[in-house]
């Protein structure tokens, strides 16, 4: 063969690897670019999920503060309120601790409704305040609806814990203690320390919970609390562009924490994804070159990147958007009075609490998720009774239960279980994922059952469906993130994928393990085996 047609053949086959490598890289990078083009589209409403689920969290190191108070200060009983050593309250309030709290208050009645108001420092220090201060004023404000009723002598069914907010100075959370008749025979209570909640806890919560978003925008987003705006809702979902609103649900009604970008809009976050996306698969067109094989192994793992990023996105958006329409369509029935009848505005109302109960648990899974995956998830162990937990969790699930028509059992050792040292708000998530579950796949079989019993130095929790059953085969994958069961079930139910993973992970954290026992046609069991207090 001459040089010239060696050159030329050589030639051709520098063409031939050429189109080999190029054609396939070119489809790759237009199909990439077409995937990244419709993942733009839904950047924008993850970003602005991403800071409701910021504000939220925000809001609820608030929250749970001086829900966590109200619950330590305001459980006095009759005795000690009655005790005329004052060393007794002092010793009470000492023990809550004043983190939050301005000042702690007392009030015991006599027959008539009159007697003397005593209020505490932080440390539980017993001092006299004025009766022209204003947190005296404020306080006796608050307590004179219960002087009367004390003075009537009628019987209180519960004893509410009530937050007055009249004076945004002077936020109060009381609470009146009865007595063994049911009757009124104090108020216990505090002062919100509201100075405290903006210039520290506020400030330091902002910081933590910073960490959802990535590092280079971290720094552009601003929070500032405000009146609360029209309508009063838990969560304001309208406001426009880069901005959410989300309010307090216990102190400070009256005020939402505002979160916004500082500097870029949703819009442009996505678009600058999908330029980095795309500047990322271009370097990557780059080293592909160099062989056939790689170039193919790492073209199917962008595509599976990139299918199970649209998936999950698609999945959650789904899931969010009907409960959503739901809670819209029977919240305007209400708002313009199209419903009369009693029995129909409880179903809506039902409904309505439902559908945000719905909207909670999703929100919590994604939360817990990204706190499990940084490793920044932290339990609080305390003794937790097995029985309170499947209690609660069904609780949670009543309404879904009865509009599915499930058929619920229980079935428990007729004396308690020993306590668990446990987060109990983990435990009710994990058993609540497993009966959402279980609503989510049921068909013929609407039937739930819950079994409880001690095995050795564990509790085992069994919760059995009657759905549509799992194949042995996939028994351990369930328990990954994003996966889900591959039948015609995941085009019926629509979830985030993370339910499971969840579950598993609290589980194992609390030093148990979690399986699951299911046949196609069977239904499923899932077994949960948790050690006991008393054993760790």
């Known amino acids: 063969m001459s040089e010239a047609g060696a050159s030329q053949g050589a030639r051709r086959r520098h063409l031939l690897i050429g189109a080999a490598i190029g054609v396939p890289l070119v489809i790759l990078l237009g199909l990439e670019f077409r995937a ?13 999920m991403s800071l409701r689920g910021y504000a939220k969290a925000v809001v609820r190191h608030v929250d749970e503060l001086y829900q966590g108070k109200a619950r330590e200060a305001l459980a006095l009983s009759v005795r000690e309120l009655r005790d005329p050593d004052a060393a007794v309250l002092e010793t009470h309030f000492a023990r809550v601790g004043g983190r939050g709290v301005a000042r702690f208050f007392a009030a015991r009645f006599e027959p008539d409704g009159s007697g003397p108001l005593a209020f505490f420092d932080g440390d539980g220090r017993a001092f006299a305040a004025p009766a022209d201060a204003p947190e005296a004023r404020a306080v006796n404000v608050a307590v004179a609806p219960w002087r009367v009723v004390a003075a009537d002598r009628t019987p209180v069914v519960t004893a509410p814990t009530e937050v007055n907010e009249g004076d945004p100075e002077m936020r109060l959370v009381l609470r009146p203690v009865l007595d063994a008749e049911s009757r009124v025979a104090g108020v216990v209570g505090f002062v919100v320390d509201a100075a405290y909640v903006r210039d ?78 795309l500047s990322l698969s271009l370097a990557m067109t780059a080293v592909l070159v160099t062989g056939i094989v790689f170039a193919l192994r790492s073209a199917a793992r962008a595509t599976a990147l990139s299918q199970m990023k649209t998936e999950f ?23 313009r009075g199209r419903v009369h009848d009693p029995k129909k505005v409880e179903e809506y109302g039902a409904s309505i609490e439902a559908e945000t109960r719905r909207l909670s648990r999703l929100v919590e899974n994604l939360l817990d998720f990204s706190r499990i995956e940084s490793g920044r998830k932290l339990y609080r162990r305390e003794p937790v009774a097995p029985e309170d937990v499947v209690s609660e969790a069904l609780e949670g699930f009543e309404v879904p239960l009865q509009q599915a028509g499930f058929q619920v059992q229980v079935r428990a050792p007729q004396d308690p279980l020993p306590p668990l040292s446990a987060d109990r708000a983990a435990l009710v998530q994990v058993i ?9 796949y049921a068909r013929d079989g609407r039937r739930l059952e819950i079994d409880l019993e001690r095995e050795g130095s564990c509790v085992v929790i069994a919760v059995r469906d009657a759905g549509a059953g799992i194949a042995p085969a996939e028994h351990e994958r369930i328990f990954e993130k994003f996966y889900r069961v591959s039948t015609g079930l995941v085009h019926d139910a629509q979830g985030s994928g993370l339910g499971l993973a969840i579950v598993k992970h609290v589980v194992e954290a609390h030093g148990g393990s979690v399986e699951v026992r299911s046949r196609p046609g069977d239904g499923s069991t899932f077994v949960i085996r948790l050690p006991l207090a008393e054993a760790g």
């Not at 990244?36 to 602005?48: G, V």
């Not at 990535?214 to 500032?224: H, Y």
């Not at 309010?247 to 999908?274: I, K, N």
């Not at 789904?318 to 209400?334: D, G, N, V």
């Open 200 to 277: 520290r806890l506020l400030p330091e919560a902002i910081e933590a919970e910073r960490t959802l978003f990535p590092s280079a925008v971290r720094n552009e987003v601003a929070v500032e609390l405000r009146p609360r705006p029209e309508p009063i809702e838990p969560v304001v979902v309208r406001p426009p562009g880069n901005e959410v609103d989300v309010g307090f649900r216990f102190v400070f009604a009256d005020q939402a924490l505002h979160v916004q970008t500082g500097y870029v809009t949703p819009e442009q976050w996505a678009r600058q994804s999908l330029a980095i996306n």
């Open 36 to 48: 990244l083009a419709k993942l733009e589209e839904t950047a924008a409403i993850a970003q602005r």
């Open 432 to 440: 609540g994922n497993l009966i959402d579950n279980a609503i989510k």
């Open 313 to 335: 996105v698609s999945n959650v958006s789904h899931e969010l958007r009907t409960p959503l329409s739901s809670i819209q369509i029977f919240a305007e029935f209400l708002r």
